[in-house]
C-alpha cells in the first residue's frame, strides 16, 4: 500500500499555438508566422528509499522529489523552395532553465544520499519541416 508511482495531486499542462496575431497583447505575426508554448508545472513524483541492501526504509513512495516546470516556446515561419512548401522552425526548450531532474539517489545509506541526477537546461531548438508541394 501506499502512493502509485505517478501520483500528481497538482499538476497544470497547457499548450497552445497563434497564427496571425497574439490576442491579447494585439501583436500582429503576419501572415505565414505562428508562435507555440507548452507549459506544464507539477508535483514532483514519489518515490521510496532503501538502504545499501535494497530493503525498503519507511512507507512506499512517502518521498517527493522536487516540482517540475517547463514552459517552451517556439516560432515557426512558413516559405516556399524549389516549388515544395516548407517550415523554419526556432525555439527554446526549458526557457525558464529549471533543473527538472530526472533521476535521485535513494539510498539513504549513501554518502550522496537525496543527490539529484539528469538536469535538463535551457536549449535551443531548430526545425525543419516538409509541408508538400506548391
Do not use: C
Not at 60 to 75: A, G, H, I, S
Amino acid at each position: 500500500n501506499g502512493r502509485m508511482p505517478g501520483h500528481i495531486p497538482k499538476r497544470l499542462v497547457s499548450h497552445g499555438r497563434m497564427e496571425k496575431r497574439i490576442p491579447g497583447l494585439n501583436i500582429r505575426l503576419g501572415e505565414n508566422n505562428a508562435f507555440a508554448y507548452t507549459l506544464e508545472w507539477r508535483d514532483g513524483f514519489p518515490y521510496t528509499i532503501n538502504d545499501e541492501e535494497g530493503r525498503q526504509i519507511g512507507e512506499v513512495n512517502e518521498w517527493r522529489r522536487p516540482k517540475f516546470f517547463e514552459l517552451n516556446l517556439l516560432w515557426e515561419r512558413k516559405f516556399s523552395a524549389f516549388n515544395h512548401l516548407w517550415s523554419l522552425r526556432l525555439g527554446v526548450d526549458n526557457i525558464t532553465n529549471h533543473d527538472n531532474p530526472t533521476l535521485i539517489n535513494q539510498n539513504f545509506s549513501s554518502p550522496n544520499f537525496g543527490t539529484l541526477y539528469g538536469k535538463q537546461p535551457r536549449h535551443a531548438v531548430l526545425g525543419i519541416r516538409y509541408r508538400g508541394k506548391q
